[in-house]
Nanobody, 120 residues
């Protein structure tokens, strides 16, 4: 089975930085778009950033200029570098990947999330 596993979350002070990672594993043939989403307590899940297999990126307005998404296709890994963090960035961060398996089926897979807390 395909699995996406996030890591790198934790507690950081306002203004600080953190990098989260997500590794995809399993019977993977190819990976299309990958992305990061987040869900704060009591709120709906929202898009943070996406990146295509060719490296084209898209960001939510709330994180533009502060967050950077990147990927390493050889490692099936996507990263999210978060700088100038604010308390309102506190959320569980989820990774999503559009993955084609060795059975030639393309579908979206989600990780279980990693908690990022921005607080002094």
């Amino acid at each position: 089975q395909v699995q996406l596993v996030e890591s790198g979350g934790g507690l950081v002070q306002p203004g600080g930085s953190l990098r989260v990672s997500c590794v995809a594993s399993g019977p993977i043939l190819s990976i299309n778009d990958m992305g990061w989403y987040r869900q704060a307590p009591g709120k709906q899940r929202e898009l943070v950033a996406t990146i295509t297999s060719g490296g084209r990126t898209n960001y939510a307005d709330s994180v533009k200029g502060r967050f950077t998404i990147s990927r390493d296709n050889a490692k099936n890994t996507v990263y999210l570098q978060m700088d100038s963090l604010k308390p309102e960035d506190t959320a569980v961060y989820f990774c999503k990947g559009g993955i084609k398996t060795t059975t030639w089926v393309l579908m979206d897979y989600w990780g279980k999330g990693t908690l990022v807390t921005v607080s002094s």
